[in-house]
């Protein structure tokens, strides 16, 4: 049996198709249903069945499936390690993100930790902060970096930090003229937020039912960072994010923030958690503690900033 036959039959897992498969791998379908046959042949099992929409996974392909990924991501680890002893400080690392404060210190993070290892390739994967645990407990990441985080036993936190969520608007905006913003207030116009995948629309509409209130129906329902803050400059919507997410557009006095009064605040984690049964890579180990470094000193920078 052979690695690349393995590598073939992890991105048919991933993509589904072997057309798709193919084209991601710039091989032709032949080679990978070539492939496929092999390892067929090697455990004397089908591992696959085609249908309209694509392969679906047999029992004996789920098995396959669930190993093949270890055993690629181990060997990877063991090649990386290879090369840190000789000296070449090279490889590939893997980092799950969500949470809109991310947006203004993973940016820097990552740039200033190319400048220290130019030789690691860096693929970031942007999703909710249960598929991005999720992710780091099947060894599909390396590492996530999130808010709202569900506590997991399989989960080895190497850091957090306090996040306060608060209302945030144009300087034009009613809103704008209060100290401290309570429910009441902010019920009264529209707001833009995530769907309830994300935790913070959770936690605003528990907020209101702890209150009595039934949670009212967001104006604009989008988890894109950027159009909640063009609605926002556009006195369109009121939004609710960290204050070091639009730190450079309350520099620059497009956007204001206020809090939420004291019984209404909605705080969170900032986390970095990786896998504790995965011995992570050389790569990964030099990325979390950079990171772990990092975060703190930007996320006072950006503050000073924003006071």
């Known amino acids: 049996m052979q690695l690349k ?21 710039g091989v ?29 996974l047999t029992a004996a392909g789920e098995a396959l499936a669930t190993r093949s990924k270890s055993m690629m991501r181990d060997l990877e680890s063991a090649r990386q390690v290879i090369d840190d002893l000789r000296g070449l400080k090279r490889g590939k690392v893997s980092i799950h993100f969500n949470g ?7 940016a820097p993070a990552l740039a200033e930790f190319y400048k220290l290892y130019p030789a690691v390739s860096i693929e970031v994967t942007v999703s909710s902060a249960q598929e991005a645990i999720n992710a780091v407990i099947s060894g599909s990441t390396d590492m996530a970096v999130t808010m709202f985080s569900p506590p ?29 913003i309570s429910l ?27 209150e009595g209130l039934e949670p009212i129906e967001a104006a604009f329902t989008t988890s894109s960072l950027e159009l909640q803050k ?15 997410s639009v730190a450079r557009e309350i520099k620059s006095k ?23 049964t995965t011995a992570p890579s050389f790569a990964a180990v030099k990325l979390a503690d950079f990171l772990e470094d990092f975060f703190p000193t930007q996320t006072l920078s950006i503050q000073e900033c924003i006071d």
């Open 5 to 25: 036959a393995i590598t073939y039959f992890n991105e048919l897992v991933r993509s589904r198709s072997i057309r798709q498969a193919a084209e991601a791998l």
């Open 28 to 56: 032709s379908p032949t080679a990978i249903s070539r492939q496929l046959e092999n390892l067929e042949h090697y455990f004397g099992a089908t591992l696959v069945t085609r249908g309209a929409r694509g392969i679906i």
């Open 100 to 106: 809109a404060a991310i947006n203004a210190i993973l």
């Open 152 to 180: 997991d036993q399989l989960v080895d936190v190497r850091f957090k930090l306090h996040v306060y969520h608060e209302v945030v608007m144009s300087p034009d905006h009613p809103l704008a003229q209060l100290k401290e």
């Open 184 to 210: 009441d207030a902010i019920r009264t116009y529209p707001i833009a937020m995530p769907d309830c995948s994300f935790g913070i629309r959770r936690a605003f509409d528990q907020h209101q039912r702890n």
């Open 230 to 244: 063009e609605l926002a400059r556009h006195q369109a919507a009121v939004i609710i994010l960290p204050a070091m």
């Open 254 to 276: 497009e956007l204001v923030v206020r809090p939420f009064v004291e019984q209404c605040e909605i705080a969170t984690d900032l986390q970095l958690g990786r896998a504790r």
